[in-house]
């Protein structure tokens, strides 16, 4: 479904309401427009706070990841992992 709130003025007012905790069913008597619109307005919402989250947790993983097959036995001894390796 494509974005269905296109007029960011209107988009700015609904969103205030929205972070109010105004009703949808007040939102749409007071600004005129349908589920669908206060639906969009709240997901583009959403969208920009999920993007600035991950700009946030830029950090790099700290999971580490190998194939356990191309380790040496004492490698994998150590880390508990040599009953997962594949026997030849």
């Known amino acids: 479904m494509g974005r269905v709130a296109k007029d960011n003025k209107l988009n700015e007012k609904i969103l205030v309401d929205l972070m109010a ?8 008597e007071k600004h005129g427009v349908d589920n ?3 639906s969009s307005v709240q997901g583009i919402h959403q969208t920009e706070i999920n993007i600035n989250r991950g700009r946030d947790n830029e950090k790099p993983s700290a999971v580490k990841k190998f194939n356990i097959n191309n380790m040496s ?8 992992l040599l009953k997962y390796k594949k026997k030849a």
């Open 36 to 38: 669908a619109y206060i």
């Open 73 to 80: 036995d004492e490698e994998l001894e150590k880390m508990g």
């Open 21 to 28: 905790g105004v009703s949808w069913t007040e939102i749409r």
